[in-house]
């Protein structure tokens, strides 16, 4: 009886740890500070990266991996290795994508959709997406993370992405991962690994495929 | 019932005989007779072999509870590429997932026993057109039709005014599959591949009145 009780009571205790994982951040500015803070100091950022999309009516996720490369203030480079193979550069206003061995060219100075795209990436990366008005944002934190929540408050933009969450690493002031939820409830978590700040990357990286 | 043994009598009788009808001196309502007979006879028999060929097809999807595809859309110079989940219950009830190469959920669909379900669909999708193609599409590349259809022979399916022909491997694996219209005009092919280890690994979908296909590749 005692051993079952020592295990009901471990089991509580990681219940209750696990709950208190992220909380509600007390100072929310202090939050917004480390973000504002990665801002200032990332001129570059590169790294690997895992996507796992979770669907809600499957116990199997779907993994992809691949490479990403960011130079402030917009060039970015995200390149799906495996299992499609798409790469996606930003260039400026410059959007093109290759799929398929096609090579697709869009404008974010025209295009509604690629201008809500580039804002959204480049402002999870940069940490400027705290500052548009757009989203309604919320802070948490724990022992090692920060995290920022951001609900759009465009209803036609909620209807294709209901939450983006930033996960800041507390000690390195990193991006550490994003959790997104898409109009569907699904959720996809991208984690950045070997990550690289501050080192130069060739011009080339986000003009070549 | 009494009559046709009675043209059986009769077909019997004559059946044997070294001379042809007509000289027999066999009336015109005995002739009508004889037609009758045979044709109940000729039906009799295609039924029996009908029903004596029991169709048998080994439904791919069954061998796992969850399928996922890389997916590649073509429509005219047009190429989407993304992602298909597909949980599988049976014909009549399975769910699937649509998302881009970024993972977002693009549609998500359910059958269950015997209701189309949306759980989501943005609504840029959701026009009737769009929705009773892709519906239409997926109940065929599914193989809901096994559910709906009625075997008009050993590989042919009928479901309304669609006639769906069947190719199998050796193990009654579906390789191949086309859609006719009732004026036997060729609407739609659907091809599947398997691994060595006999599990599902390409699916090829393909228009024939419009320049449409989807290429689906399993993840496992």
């Known amino acids: 009886m005692k051993r079952y009780f020592f295990f009901f009571s471990i089991t509580l205790l990681a219940f209750a740890i696990n709950a208190q994982d992220l909380t509600p951040a007390k100072n929310a500015k202090a939050v917004k500070d480390a973000f504002t803070k990665m801002n200032a100091s990332t001129k570059s950022f590169s790294s690997d990266f895992k996507q796992t999309k979770e669907f809600s009516f499957m116990d199997r996720p779907l993994v992809s991996t691949g490479k990403f490369y960011y130079q402030k203030s917009d060039q970015l480079r995200w390149e799906y290795i495996s299992p499609l193979q798409y790469v996606m550069l930003i260039n400026g206003d410059n959007i093109r994508i290759k799929e398929d061995g096609k090579v697709k060219t869009y404008s974010s100075a025209v295009n509604e959709v690629f201008k809500t795209v580039k804002e959204i990436i480049l402002g999870c990366i940069s940490g400027e997406i705290l500052n548009d008005p757009n989203y309604e944002p919320a802070f948490y934190e724990s022992d090692k993370l920060y995290q920022v929540k951001l609900q759009p408050k465009d209803k036609q933009l909620k209807e294709y992405m209901k939450e983006i969450n930033i996960f800041l690493d507390k000690s390195s002031n990193e991006l550490s991962y994003l959790i997104l939820k898409d109009g569907s409830g699904d959720i996809t978590k991208i984690e950045f690994h070997n990550r690289k700040i501050n080192q130069s990357i060739d011009a080339s990286t986000f003009s070549k495929f | ?220």
């Open chain 2, 1 to 220: 019932m009494a009559d046709i043994s009675t043209f059986t009598t009769k077909f019997s009788s004559h059946a044997h005989s070294p001379l042809p009808l007509e000289r027999d001196g066999l009336g015109s309502a005995e002739r009508r007779g004889v037609a009758l007979l045979t044709t109940i006879l000729l039906y009799l028999l295609l039924a029996g072999n009908v029903h004596g060929q029991t169709t048998q097809v080994t439904n791919p999807f069954l061998n796992s509870p969850t399928h996922l595809f890389t997916s590649k859309l073509t429509y005219q110079d047009n190429t989407f590429n993304g992602f298909l989940g597909v949980k599988y219950t049976d014909e009549n009830n399975f769910r699937i997932s649509f998302n881009s190469t970024m993972g977002n959920t693009l549609m998500d669909l359910e059958w269950k026993d015997g209701e189309f379900i949306k759980h989501y669909l943005p609504d840029q999708l959701n026009r009737k057109i769009i929705i009773n193609k892709l519906q239409g599409d997926f109940e065929m590349m599914l193989l809901k039709i096994l559910a709906d259809g009625k075997w008009k022979n050993d590989c042919t399916l009928k479901v309304g005014c669609h006639k769906y022909r069947f190719t199998q491997n050796d193990i009654q694996l579906p390789t191949k599959l086309e859609d006719r219209n009732w004026l036997g005009r060729l609407k739609r092919t659907l091809n599947f591949g398997y691994s060595e280890q006999k599990k599902l690994s390409t699916i090829l979908l393909k228009h024939h009145s419009f320049a449409l296909q989807m290429e689906l590749s399993s993840i496992d």
